[in-house]
């Protein structure tokens, strides 16, 4: 087929893409649109980042704007800190969500609260990049799904994508916010599926989740790399003749209360799927806004498919640890069968 100008057009601007490619695209578009935007992290110019999700943009923008740094997480998020304050949008990488832990007193003491501790007159504009999850054989402290620690620090937006168009689109949005954004970046995921993603710039809006699937019967709740987890469950269980709405919900802070509301209210069952212990995760403030929204609509009891309340193991047991299409699958025949 012979391809018109306007057609040969259209077809360039759309490119498939893995997730990981897609952080990339958006950080390059970033760069090259606004010269307040650099990236700061441990081996990220050189080398082009641990995951290579910064390859090539030292050589494309200079050491000036990708920076690599000592390796002292609490003293370049500190720096960071210090740029956003003066005018700059940084965006800093931690090589894993499991290393964020000495940049722990930065975030909760001076990250989240320097807008409320000026009364509004400055805010702290950065990005801090992470990837997290286990499924991928990572040594000790490298496979942590600790989200729900920042999601408890009002202040800063937690933001996880599972795909590519997302990932770009959450994270162009998450640079140009003008609060602070953990970005979570689901490894397991990073050279998985691929997905169109428009090669102009384009946002997500942060606080929005994404209705996947449609059903009737059950409402399944995740992000991340549980995304396909959910989505082959309830692909599964259609052929049993139980529908479910899929939704991923992109954003834990700010959680998209409407969607979760509307989809409770629709089917009347609920399934929350996350890697993260069950202990305190995210699955329990998804429960609350269920209770406070949906409670008379519920025909069962929520379900959670969660990590358990241990330290990821290793690599050997890892996938003992993690939730399976086979557990929310059961989980799914328990809610309906109530």
């Known amino acids: 087929m012979v391809l018109m100008s306007n057609e040969k057009k259209q077809a360039k601007e759309i490119k498939e893409m893995t997730l990981i490619q897609g952080v990339t695209d958006g950080l390059r578009e970033k760069l090259a649109d606004d010269s307040n935007v650099l990236l700061l992290g441990e081996d990220i110019g050189v080398n082009g ?27 370049f998020v500190g720096t960071a800190v210090g740029m956003a304050l003066n005018g700059l949008r940084p965006v800093v990488e931690i090589q894993f969500l499991g290393f964020i832990y000495p940049a722990f007193e930065q975030i909760a003491t001076h990250v989240t ?19 997290y999850g286990a499924g991928v054989r990572s040594p000790e402290i490298h496979s942590d799904s600790v989200e729900a620690f920042f999601t408890h620090m009002p202040g800063i937006k937690v933001v996880v994508p599972s795909n590519a168009y997302d990932a770009k689109g959450l ?11 953990l970005f979570l970046e689901p490894m ?44 082959k469950a309830a692909d599964e269980m259609r052929e049993n003749g139980i529908t479910c709405d899929v939704i991923d919900l992109r954003t834990l802070y700010p ?36 209770n406070d929204t949906s409670f008379l609509y519920l025909k069962s009891p929520i379900e959670r498919v969660t990590g358990f309340d241990v330290p990821v193991p290793l690599f050997s047991i890892e996938n003992e640890y993690l939730p399976t299409v086979h557990r929310v699958k059961d989980a799914i025949q328990k809610v309906v069968d109530f």
């Open 49 to 75: 980042g641990v995951f290579r999700a910064t390859d090539g943009l030292q050589e494309e923008f200079g050491a000036n704007r990708v920076i690599d740094t000592p390796l002292s997480e609490a003293g």
């Open 171 to 181: 994270l162009i949005s998450a640079i140009e916010d003008p609060d602070p954004v």
């Open 188 to 231: 397991r995921l990073y050279r998985g599926e691929r997905k169109e993603v428009p090669q102009e710039k384009y946002t997500v809006d942060i606080g929005k989740g994404a209705l996947l699937q449609e059903g009737e019967e059950v409402s399944i709740f995740t992000w991340g790399a549980m995304v396909p987890i959910a989505e």
């Open 113 to 131: 609260r320097t807008r409320a501790r000026t009364m509004g007159h400055y805010s702290v504009p950065m990005v801090i990049r992470a990837p």
């Open 255 to 290: 959680l998209d209360k409407e969607i979760i509301a509307t989809s409770v209210q629709k089917t009347g069952r609920a399934i929350i799927v996350h890697e993260g212990h069950g202990t305190g995760g995210v699955g329990s403030d998804i429960t609350s806004v269920i």
